[in-house]
């Protein structure tokens, strides 16, 4: 059974990210993958910063994240768009993840290899579009190959009801496949 960890780059209670790939887990979930859900607030990092660790090594939540990006094979992120880029928040806990904690251990071996999906959610009208550029670019960059299909949703304080969920039935499926297309495309990987 695959495995997929499903997170956003906003830590704010009520993101409308983290909303968006809860339900992107739920279409992972629907074509028969295991996927262990979390909110990065829940791993407090600080800043990056090599100074810190070399006096200190890796912060406890850098390798607790470390370690869940290690089981599993594949990401779900939803990011908000900071500034036409993804959020720091990501950035920063990337960045951290990203450091070899192992004397053996290859540069960014935590990312060689795995698939993610990516989506966005914003009030803007692009919904976030300008920074999937960016995300995809670092993924791709750190040896994860990005789906080709990724989905924005502008305007997303209008399109979601009181419970928080989207009110076009299209946006559901639209977030939903990219769960069951990584889900899919991991199993044609295992072939």
């Known amino acids: ?30 074509a028969g993958a295991e996927v262990t859900l979390i909110s990065l607030a829940d791993f407090p990092m600080p800043l990056f910063d090599e100074d810190l660790e070399s006096a200190e090594g890796l912060p406890e939540n850098a390798l607790r994240f470390k370690e869940l990006l290690l089981s599993h094979d594949a990401l779900l992120i939803a990011s ?3 500034n036409s880029a993804f959020s720091p928040l990501l950035k920063n806990a990337f960045d ?8 053996d251990e290859p540069p960014l ?22 920074g999937l550029v960016f995300l995809r670019m670092l993924l791709e960059n750190m040896g994860m190959m990005v789906l080709p299909g990724q989905r924005s949703i502008g305007s997303i304080h209008k399109a979601v009801d009181e419970q ?15 769960g069951r297309e990584l889900v899919m495309r991991l199993g044609s990987s295992a072939l």
């Open 1 to 30: 059974m695959s495995k997929i960890l499903a997170f956003s780059g906003s830590a704010r209670e009520g993101s409308y990210n983290q909303k968006l790939v809860a339900i992107a887990a739920q279409g992972a979930r629907e």
């Open 109 to 130: 071996h935590v990312y060689q290899g795995k698939m993610a999906g990516i989506m966005s959610a914003s009030p803007g009208a692009l919904g976030g579009l300008r």
């Open 96 to 103: 951290w993840a990203s450091r070899v904690s192992e004397p």
């Open 80 to 82: 908000p768009e900071y």
């Open 164 to 178: 928080g969920k989207l009110m076009k039935e299209r946006d559901t499926k639209a977030i939903m496949s990219i």
